[in-house]
């Protein structure tokens, strides 16, 4: 049994530095707290927002992945958010799309919502239950410097892949706030520019 109170854990902004030194051009999906600090490190058109619906960015990147098999997808993913939708590991296992990086920010609370525990915290593993829902590969990384020097591997290798990072809490609140009568709620409006940077490809 994992008892993730014993791992040791890298800060959020080392976790996205590692990633964002790999960013080319990979449509990345990125969910709830991550999303303010992953744009300040790479800011892209094809960044994609999953706003407004908590729990969906590991289905809307697994979309995306299949209507873009040509290019790279990554999920940026919070254990909360994941725990909400579990299912989806199996139905992106089973589609196995090659092009499918699934991040897992694994700091142990609802960040979002003022940082209560996520239920079983202590022993939940995504990366054994990915594993066991039939992902090509898997992996946890609790320091920067490891995760580092093993990303290039795994990002070499086919999808779909789960890296699981056990990052501390930044105390980053996500607030979201109602979408008002007769405006477009935000994720809508983010599609249009990711949808031009890839038609003009």
Known sequence: ???????????????????????????????????????????????????????????????????????????????????????S?????????SNFLHIVIHNGVYETSGSQPLPSQQQVDFARMAEGAGYAQTASFGDAEEFDSAIDELLAADGPTLIQLYTRPADRFYSARPTPPGTTPALARMWPPVAEALSND
């Open 1 to 87: 049994m994992t008892d993730n109170s014993e791992v040791q854990r890298m800060s959020l902004d080392a976790a996205l530095d590692v990633l964002a030194r790999r960013r080319k051009e990979q449509i990345v999906v990125g969910t709830m707290t991550a999303n303010g600090a992953w744009r300040q490190k790479s800011p892209h058109d094809l960044n994609l927002a999953c706003i407004g619906f908590m729990g969906g960015a590991s289905t809307l990147g697994l979309g995306v992945a299949l209507s873009q098999p040509d290019r790279d997808v990554w999920v940026i993913d919070g254990d909360g958010s994941l725990m909400m939708q579990l299912g």
């Open 89 to 97: 590991l199996g139905t992106i296992a089973g589609a196995a799309p």
